[in-house]
């Protein structure tokens, strides 16, 4: 059965750093996409980053450009969000999926939920002073 875990979630206050962690089992996470979404209250689901299974291909979305970096360690099955730098406007619940396509984020639209196959849980950030 495969599984995806979020954990790394909390409170925060604007201009904070948060590390989220996704991990994996029941499936080779070296050969899927990963990416996170998130979703605030009354508002769609929305792409953040996604990160290629191998080399190191990432996608970010235009408003965490320069604040969130994903990574991953394959050896711990595990993907991160670096998250620096955090806004009011960051707060949702945040959600890892994995997606078969290895290289899809070097491919158009990355970021749709459509294309990835495992979804998480969801672990929630809250930006706020």
């Known amino acids: 059965q495969v599984q995806l875990v979020e954990s790394g979630g909390g409170l925060v206050q604007p201009g904070g750093s948060l590390r989220l962690s996704c991990a994996a089992s029941?499936?080779?996470?070296?050969?899927?996409?990963i990416a996170w979404f998130r979703q605030a209250p009354g508002k769609e689901r929305e792409g953040v980053s996604c990160?290629?299974?191998?080399?190191?291909?990432?996608y970010n979305t235009d408003s965490v450009k320069g604040r969130f970096t994903i990574s991953r360690d394959n050896a711990k099955d595990t993907v991160y969000l670096q998250m620096n730098s955090l806004k009011p406007e960051d707060t949702a619940v945040y959600y890892c999926?994995?997606?078969?396509?290895?290289?899809?984020?070097?491919?158009?639209?990355?970021?749709?939920?459509?294309?990835?196959?495992?979804w998480g849980q969801g672990t929630r950030v809250t930006v706020s002073s």
């Open positions: 029941g499936l080779a996470l070296d050969e899927y996409a």
């Open positions: 999926a994995a997606a078969s396509d290895s290289l899809l984020p070097n491919r158009p639209g990355p970021l749709s939920p459509a294309k990835y196959d495992y």
């Open positions: 990160i290629s299974s191998r080399y190191g291909i990432s």
